[in-house]
């Protein structure tokens, strides 16, 4: 079992319309959670971090964790064609300093 | 302007030959990390350091060297040991208490002639 997991896509969403893009992770003890944006060539950008049980909101950006169930999730409202990229899910690896990354789900959004 | 430099951005390699990556960050971060990406996968981690003349082996470190003789610079070395170095090598920095976001650099992409 990999240690993230993340649906494989690639989504394709119209403007205007909401991406939800999932992932799952195996270490219970994992304690942070982040979403990061890379565009074709470029390096990841940090989009969202979440650390507690619950809903964070940060613009058109909502991350949502649930610990029991060890799945974290980011929806994109308003998808914007800027909004097309790759989105990693990295999870923290019990209480040190790596991090685990998801492969990646690729959202595509349509004029 | 505070942030994370990596040179060169290409970089080529020939068969039996040594290449260092360079990183350097402004951020005051203690942590630093290397990432390697192949197409289709997420990252992987190769080397970190946590502090200043420390530093650890990640999930893939066998071909690589690293050294931290400053706080500021985390170079990597990819060896002729490392027999399929052709990937995107990322570097990245972190404040250094642990499970706190880490930052990247705009990468290095290495190919082998």
């Known amino acids: 079992q990999k240690e993230v997991e993340q649906n494989s896509g690639p989504l394709s969403v119209p403007e205007g319309a909401i991406a939800s893009l999932n992932c799952t992770y195996s270490?219970?003890?994992?304690?942070?959670f982040f979403w990061y944006r890379q565009y074709s060539g470029k390096s990841p950008e940090l989009i969202m971090s979440?650390?507690?049980?619950g809903d964070k909101e940060d613009g058109r950006f909502t991350a949502q964790l649930n610990k029991a169930s060890q799945y974290v999730s980011l929806l994109i409202r308003d998808s914007q064609p800027s909004d097309s990229a790759t989105y990693l899910c990295a999870v923290n690896r019990g209480l040190g300093y790596k991090l685990s990354f998801g492969a990646g789900t690729t959202v595509t959004v349509r004029a | 302007d505070g942030g994370i430099t990596q040179s060169p951005k290409y970089l080529f390699r020939k068969e039996g030959q040594n290449v260092t990556l360079s990183c350097e960050q402004n951020?005051?971060?203690?942590?630093m990390y290397w990432y390697r990406q192949d197409p289709g996968q997420g990252l992987r981690l190769i080397y970190y350091?946590?502090?200043?003349?420390?530093?650890q082996k990640g999930d893939i470190a066998e071909g690589y060297s690293v050294s931290r003789e400053k706080k500021e610079s985390f170079p990597l070395t990819v060896t002729s040991a490392q027999k399929n170095p052709t990937a995107f090598y990322l570097c990245?920095?972190?404040?250094?208490?642990?499970?706190?976001?880490?930052?990247f650099g705009p990468g290095t992409r290495l190919l082998v002639l």
């Open positions: 990245a920095s972190s404040i250094g208490q642990g499970q706190e976001t880490q930052y």
């Open positions: 270490d219970r003890g994992s304690q942070s």
């Open positions: 350091s946590q502090i200043v003349n420390d530093f």
């Open positions: 979440i650390y507690s049980n």
């Open positions: 951020l005051n971060h203690d942590a």
